[in-house]
Structure formats: C-alpha cells, structure tokens
C-alpha cells in the first residue's frame, strides 16, 4: 500500500511540474501576443484560448471516464488510448470526435461479441479509408455512426450500408458483396430478410474496403486535411496532458466551479428564505 502511494504521488508530482511547465509556456506566449497584436487584440485571443482549453479538459475529462467503463479492465483502456493515438496521427483524424466514436463503436462490438483485435481492424481500415478520401470532421463521425448502428442492431441493414455509409465512402454496397462472395442483388435480398449479420461480415468488409482503395500498404496519410488535424491534435494533447489525473489545472477548476455552485446555493436559499418571511 506504501508503495503504491509512493507511486501514485510521483506520478502527480511529475503531472504538475508538467503542467505548471505548459503554464509558464503558455504565459510567455501570451506576451508574445500582446507584443504582436496589441492589448486589446491579446487579451481577446487569450480569453479565446482559456475557453478552448478548458472546454478541451472537460470534453477529455468525460471521454475518460466512460472509456474506463467500455474497457473495463486497465489492460483494454491502455490498448485503446494507445491504438487512438497511433490512428489519428497516422492517418491525420481529428482526435477528439475518432475518440468519442470509437468509445461508442467499441461498447457495440462488445456487445457484438467482437473481439477487441477485431475491434481495432474494422476501425482501423474504415478510419484509414476516410482519411484517405479527405472526409470532414462531420462525414467522419457518419462513418463511424453507421457502423456502429449495424453493431447494435446486429445485422446490416440497406438504411445504413447504401444510405449512410455508401454515402461517405463510395462504392459501399457493391465492396460487401465483393467480400461475402455474392452479388449486390443477392446482398439486397439478405439484407431485407435480415440474413447479414454485422458481426460476421465486418471484419472481412474492412479488408475489402482497403482492396478497393488500395489502401492496404499506406501507413502515414499525407493530405491538406490530414495535416491540419495533426495540428488540432497536437494542441488537444498539449491540453489533455495539462489536465489528465489529479492535476493541479483541474483540481482548481474543479473547486472553482463548486465553490460558485455553494454560494449560487446559499443566495437562493436566502431569498427563499426572506420570501417565506414576508408570507
């Protein structure tokens, strides 16, 4: 127990001389501006740049703590922040929309009974396929919400292969049959009978989808889009890694915003109070 106290309180040291170093160099950069662009102009771009980070910790606090609960074990959550982090900077996907869906996509696997290198794969080929097609931020998150649709629903329906997924990614509908071995009427068919089960058949529809796009060699995505989101990524990161744990940046966060919710509680118990008075 002693030791694992010891460890635990290494680990927050070394969090808040981290995150206290981001501070100092965010305090520096903020007289850069100032010098840049003025004081008003600063001051503006600063205020802009507090509210992005803290909307930031708090998107990545949440997203945190649900993937603890899809994982389930430390061994899962440790593959999973791992495996997010290798996609997103090799195929250059905007960080925080691939980790909110994958969290979702890997809870309908589960589910699924898909194991969790499976889970990765399918991901990892639909994601690389993106990327390479230069999707948007919110084409991206319609890949990812019809393949976790057909998950959850347990089979593949014509709504999502053709409607939203054939949509985003050409050629969907006729790359399924391709890798069931059936023709696209026949798919047609099976699918409104409800014979295409998603836990079959998506493992192997990845595949084929990086076949169709020749895809398979391409291990760094090197596009416009793709270099932007590594930009975004990196900032996102930068701020994840001053907020993560028990950092101080949080922990003062945290009690600001109680602190105002007890005196927000204590004003309008007061006025509730002199109210019951006067009646």
Known sequence: ATEKATSATTKNTAANKKAQAGVGRLTKG???LISAFGVVAGIQLFANIIKNSYELIKTFDGIGFAMEKVTGN????????KFLLDITSRFGL????????YMKFLAAAKQSGISLGQTESIFRSMSKAASVLGLKTDELRGVYLALEQM????????????RQL???LPGAMGIMASSMGVTISQLDKMMKKGQVLSAEVLPNFAKAVERAYGIESEKYIETLISAQNRLSNSWANFIRTLGEGDSWIKKELMSTMNGWAKIMDYITSTIESNDQKVL
């Open 151 to 162: 998950l959850s629903k347990g089979k593949v329906t014509t709504e999502e292969l053709r």
């Open 94 to 101: 905007e960080l925080v929309t691939t980790t909110s869906r």
């Open 166 to 168: 054939g949509e985003r």
């Open 74 to 81: 430390i061994y899962d959550l440790t593959s999973s922040q």
């Open 30 to 32: 903020f007289g850069a």
